[in-house]
C-alpha cells in the first residue's frame, strides 16, 4: 500500500521560508516522476513543481520558478519543496504526489498521477 506523508506546513511572513516534506512508503519516489501540487478554497488544484525519476529533470510552475526547488533524498525516500520568499499568494494547501512514470519523462499534469499524499497547509501573512 502507497502512502505519502506530506509535513512542514505551517504559518510564515511574506518573504519568509519554508521547506516541505514527504515521506512515502510502498513506493520509491526515484524511480517515478513525482511532484507537488497546492489548492486554496474555491480554486482547483494546480501543479506546482516536478521532478523526474532520470535525469533529475525539474519543471515548476511559472509563478514559483527561482523561489521554490524541489529534491528528493533517496536514502530517506523523501521529496522536499524547499520554498523561499513567499507571497500571499502562496497561501494553501499543498500536496505530494507520486506517479507511475519511469525515465526521463516528467509532467505537473493531475491526470498523470496515482498516489496522493493529504495534504500540509502553508499560511503566508503579511
Known amino acids: 500500500q502507497v502512502q505519502l506523508v506530506e509535513s512542514g506546513g505551517g504559518s510564515v511572513q511574506t518573504g519568509g521560508s519554508l521547506k516541505l516534506s514527504c515521506v512515502a512508503s510502498g513506493y520509491t519516489t526515484s524511480d517515478y516522476c513525482v511532484g507537488w501540487f497546492r489548492q486554496t478554497p474555491g480554486k482547483g488544484r494546480e501543479g506546482v513543481a516536478a521532478?523526474?525519476?532520470?535525469?533529475?529533470?525539474?519543471y515548476y510552475r511559472g509563478s514559483v520558478k527561482d523561489r521554490f526547488s524541489i529534491s528528493r533524498d533517496n536514502a530517506k525516500n523523501t521529496l522536499y519543496l524547499q520554498m523561499n520568499s513567499l507571497k500571499s499568494e502562496d497561501t494553501a494547501m499543498y500536496y505530494c504526489?507520486?506517479?507511475?512514470?519511469?525515465?526521463?519523462?516528467?509532467?505537473?499534469?493531475?491526470?498523470?498521477?496515482?498516489?496522493w499524499g493529504r495534504g500540509t497547509q502553508v499560511t503566508v501573512s503579511s
Open positions: 521532478i523526474a525519476a532520470r535525469g533529475e529533470t525539474q
Open positions: 504526489a507520486g506517479t507511475s512514470l519511469s525515465g526521463s519523462y516528467c509532467t505537473t499534469e493531475q491526470s498523470a498521477y496515482k498516489y
